[in-house]
């Protein structure tokens, strides 16, 4: 018993100044092998009315050693922690930086170019109604050229009886604004918008756009040209040109699409313009006077002119990106790429 007195008065005076030195206490009185271990086993030797004593005695070393063990752990532990937190000599942890998606900074730059020549954003429902998406643009129903947009129209109508659809273009916001607001009107429309198409490489359900409006009195279609001249120079390079060629939208009159020189051969010929020297980026006209009067403008006081253009389209030719999907796949590898990219 004088024995078990000696181990206690040692365990309790017992100090260390590192967690190695704590180890060393631990193997000597807690481990398997450690003198707790022997204590009790030496038990079944011990005569018959000393067994309860003694089984007190060793309990209480037992206690004593795993309650300094313990209190001293945890305190050695947590100065480790508070030693590391304040090492001013540890190196940095590397963070990893973000980027804008490329869709978002070609968005970005298309928007401020236009901004700053007094272009104002304008935003409206993804989910329209028949009269803006399509009748107040000159779509009649049952028109042939509703034919040229694959629509994905809801189960559920809207209170004159009319199917709603996810808008086929940004064109809808343009009616919303006429509607409420009078000339001057001068906007930029983006957003994205939905068609009935196969997935691939060029085509896809989903895509982005933007559209511009300008009404005012004497708006011409030579401001057209050089407003989108003006786009074409701050987008792809000083040295871009552009050609217009005749073309057919329901919602302008006369309508055309916009080449640009292509700026990956200088038009000498290559994949990206199909050797012909020019790209096709939008399209554009003037707004048809009976838009016009869709949307409460008088057509006699009033002209202005529209254009549109696929935000990927541009992002696909400003990054030399061969395949549309790859811009909803968020594929890590893909838009690390564009972390430096401006």
């Not at 079944?44 to 089984?55: D, H, I, R, S, T």
């Not at 997935?199 to 005012?216: K, P």
């Not at 050089?226 to 792809?236: C, G, I, N, S, V």
């Amino acid at each position: 018993m004088q024995d078990l007195d000696k181990i206690l008065s040692d365990i309790d005076q017992a100090s260390f100044t590192s967690a190695e030195e704590l180890e060393l206490f631990r193997l000597k009185y807690l481990s398997k092998k450690g003198i707790l271990t022997d204590l009790f086993s030496n038990l079944k030797e011990v005569a018959p009315e000393l067994k309860k004593a003694y089984g007190q005695q060793v309990n209480a070393i037992k206690q004593a050693a795993e309650a300094k063990y313990g209190s001293l752990k945890d305190s050695f532990e947590n100065s480790s922690k508070v030693t590391a937190a304040l090492d001013l000599s540890l190196p940095a942890s590397p963070s990893q930086l973000g980027s804008l998606h490329p869709i978002t900074k070609v968005k970005k730059h298309l928007l401020s170019i236009f901004e700053a020549i007094g272009y104002q954003v304008a935003e409206g429902p993804e989910i329209e109604d028949d009269w803006h998406n399509f009748t107040a643009l000159n779509f009649p129903e049952n028109h042939p050229a509703r034919d040229m947009q694959d629509t994905f129209f809801l189960a559920n109508q809207n209170v004159d009886g009319g199917p709603f659809a996810l808008r086929t273009h940004t064109s809808s916001v343009q009616v919303r604004i006429m509607e409420t607001q009078q000339p001057p009107i001068r906007i930029l429309a983006p957003g994205r918008v939905y068609r009935n198409e196969a997935i691939s490489a060029r085509a896809h359900c989903f895509f982005h756009q933007v559209e511009g409006l300008y009404i005012d009195k004497g708006v011409s279609f030579a401001d057209l040209k050089q407003t989108l001249l003006h786009f074409a120079r701050e987008m792809f390079g000083e040295k871009t040109k552009i050609r217009l060629r005749p073309s057919y939208f329901p919602f302008t009159e006369p309508s055309a699409e916009m080449d640009i020189s292509c700026f990956f051969c200088n038009q000498e010929g290559c994949n990206i313009c199909k050797h012909s020297g020019w790209v096709e980026i939008l399209g554009c006209g003037m707004v048809d006077p009976e838009v016009l009067k869709n949307c409460n403008i008088d057509p006699n006081i009033y002209t202005g002119f529209a254009f549109g253009m696929g935000i990927e389209r541009i992002t696909m030719l400003k990054y030399q990106i061969n395949d549309l999907r790859i811009f909803s796949e968020n594929d890590i590898r893909f838009l690390k790429q564009f972390k430096s990219v401006q």
